[in-house]
C-alpha cells in the first residue's frame, strides 16, 4: 500500500515563525502536491511538484515555499507564519504516467498559528 | 472541470446501502467521475472511478447514468466507520502532467445504528 506520512499531526506556533511541514511517500511517486483544507472552501492546491527540484504554483501559492531536494520528501514551508495560515495541511502523492486523479493523501496537518 | 452537485448531508442506517448522489450535466465525453471520501481528522481517500460503465471495487459500486448527467456511488452494507464526507469529482484522465484536484463541499454521510 502506498504509505504517506506527514511530520506532524498537530502543530502550533507564533505569528512570524518560519514553520517547516514535512512530507514523505514511500511509493517512488513523482508527483507531491500541498494542499489547505478550510471549512467551506474545500481543498486549494498550494503548490505542486512534478520532479525532483521542480515546482509549480498552484492556487494559493502566496506566503508559503515548497522544496523538493529527494523524490520521496515534499517540504512545506511557511516563511513567516499568520494567523491567517491556521488550517489543516494536506500533502498527496500520485505516480506519473497513469490517472494521476488517483491521489494518495497522507493524514494531514493541523497548524494553529497564534 | 465540469461543476457537481451533491446534497450537503445523508443519514443511514447501519447495515443498509447508502446511496449517494451526484449531479454532473455538463460532463464532457472524455471526463472521468471520480470519488473520494474523507473521514473526520484524516486525508481524503480515493475509492472508485468511471467514465460511463458502472464500477465496483471491494469498498463501493459506482453507477453512472446513460447520458453520464449523473451517477450515484453505493455502499452496499454501510457500517459506523463510513461515517464521513464524500466527495464527488470530474475530471478528465491525466496521463501524464501532475494535476490538482478540486474538492467542493460534498456529502457529509451519517451512519447510525
Known amino acids: 500500500d502506498v504509505k504517506v506520512t506527514q511530520s506532524s499531526r498537530y502543530l502550533v506556533k507564533r505569528t512570524g515563525e518560519k514553520v517547516f511541514l514535512e512530507c514523505v511517500q514511500d511509493m517512488d511517486h513523482e508527483n507531491m502536491f500541498w494542499y489547505r483544507q478550510d471549512p467551506g472552501l474545500g481543498l486549494r492546491l498550494i503548490y505542486f511538484s512534478y520532479d525532483v527540484k521542480m515546482k509549480e504554483k498552484g492556487d494559493i501559492p502566496e506566503g508559503y515555499s515548497v522544496s523538493r531536494e529527494k523524490k520521496e520528501r515534499f517540504s512545506l514551508i511557511l516563511e513567516s507564519a499568520s494567523t491567517n495560515q491556521t488550517s489543516m495541511y494536506l500533502c498527496?502523492?500520485?505516480?506519473?504516467?497513469?490517472?494521476?486523479?488517483?491521489?494518495?493523501f497522507g493524514p494531514g496537518t493541523r497548524l494553529t498559528v497564534l | 472541470d465540469a461543476k457537481t452537485t451533491q446534497p450537503t448531508s445523508m443519514d443511514c442506517a447501519e447495515g443498509r446501502a447508502a446511496n449517494l448522489p451526484c449531479n454532473h450535466s455538463?460532463?464532457?465525453?472524455?471526463?472521468?467521475v471520480y470519488w473520494y471520501r474523507q473521514i473526520h481528522s484524516q486525508g481524503p481517500q480515493y475509492i472508485i472511478h468511471?467514465?460511463?460503465n458502472n464500477e465496483t471495487n471491494e469498498m463501493a459500486s459506482l453507477i453512472i447514468t446513460e447520458d453520464r448527467k449523473s451517477s450515484t456511488l453505493i455502499l452496499p452494507h454501510a457500517t459506523l466507520r463510513d461515517t464521513a464526507v464524500y466527495y464527488c469529482?470530474?475530471?478528465?484522465?491525466?496521463?501524464?502532467?501532475?494535476?490538482?484536484?478540486?474538492f467542493g463541499t460534498g456529502t457529509r454521510l451519517q451512519v447510525t445504528l
Open positions: 469529482i470530474v475530471r478528465g484522465k491525466n496521463t501524464g502532467t501532475a494535476s490538482k484536484l478540486t
Open positions: 498527496a502523492s500520485t505516480p506519473w504516467g497513469r490517472a494521476s486523479n488517483e491521489q494518495f
Open positions: 468511471g467514465l460511463k
Open positions: 455538463t460532463i464532457s465525453g472524455n471526463e472521468y
